[in-house]
């Protein structure tokens, strides 16, 4: 069965710290995800790969960085971690194909992050 | 720009009742796909289906069904015969035809069965 594991279910991290939120996926994917999900507010993509050390920008970057040195795994750095930072952060991956074949994603479990 | 709307934030139904929940979307892609996602309470989101803006033909899944209308920009999605364990945020989402596409959700709809 694919997994898409996340390190941490729950997080609490001081105003101001360097957090590191890890993925790690197991079924050879190229494509992986970083969304972060308020309420009221759905999924939203914070930055997204296509390949090893390969980064993209999603709809709300501001505040954050990633890093992929390794193709199974895709770390998430909030640089300094910020009360508005206080999240559910999900992970996906999903696999390259051909043009016109879009798979759907793999999520991981989540990690619950707060930022006191 | 594409985008996603769940209208419906929260609903509630007594179990056994058939609900839908409603998904409309925009797009100036001519081809793409659609999808629906179930979030239950562990957290996990699970795919349970992908649609090809080229087949409007309505899917059936056991309890499950979809309704893909192009002409209004829909996709809903009805349960029918609910049950408890389909307590859930279900999640709509759109995404281009390219294989480097990436995948816009709407809010989600909280559904809670009664029993």
């Known amino acids: 069965d694919v997994k898409v594991t996340q390190s941490s279910r729950y997080l609490v991290k001081r105003t101001g710290e360097k957090v590191f939120l890890e993925c790690v996926q197991d079924?050879?994917?190229?494509?992986m995800f970083w969304y972060r999900q308020d309420p009221g507010l759905g999924l939203r993509l914070i930055y997204f790969?296509?390949?090893?050390?390969?980064?993209e920008k999603g709809d709300i970057p501001e505040g954050y960085s990633v890093s992929r040195e390794k193709k199974e795994r895709f770390s998430l750095i909030l640089e300094s971690a910020s009360t508005n930072q206080t999240s559910m952060y999900l992970c996906?991956?999903?696999?390259?194909?051909?043009?016109?074949?879009?798979?759907?994603?793999?999520f991981g479990s989540g990690t619950r992050l707060t930022v006191v | 720009a594409q985008k996603v709307t769940q209208a419906q934030t929260e609903i509630s139904v007594v179990e056994k009742e058939d609900v839908t929940l409603d998904c409309v979307y925009e797009?100036?892609?001519?081809?793409?796909?659609l999808f629906w996602y179930k979030q239950p309470p562990s957290g996990e989101l699970v795919f349970l289906i992908r649609?090809?803006?080229?087949?409007?033909q309505n899917e059936i899944s056991g309890r499950y069904s979809w309704n893909f209308q192009k002409s209004t920009s829909s996709f809903n999605f009805t349960i029918t015969a609910s049950q408890v364990v389909d307590s859930a945020v279900y999640f709509c989402?759109?995404?281009?035809?390219?294989?480097?596409?990436?995948?816009?959700f709407g809010s989600g709809t909280r559904l809670s069965i009664r029993p």
């Open positions: 996906a991956s999903s696999l390259l194909t051909g043009p016109g074949d879009v798979y759907g994603y793999t």
């Open positions: 079924m050879d994917h190229e494509n």
């Open positions: 790969s296509y390949d090893v050390k390969m980064k």
């Open positions: 797009t100036r892609d001519t081809t793409y796909y």
């Open positions: 649609r090809n803006s080229f087949d409007e």
């Open positions: 989402a759109l995404s281009g035809y390219s294989s480097a596409s990436k995948i816009i």
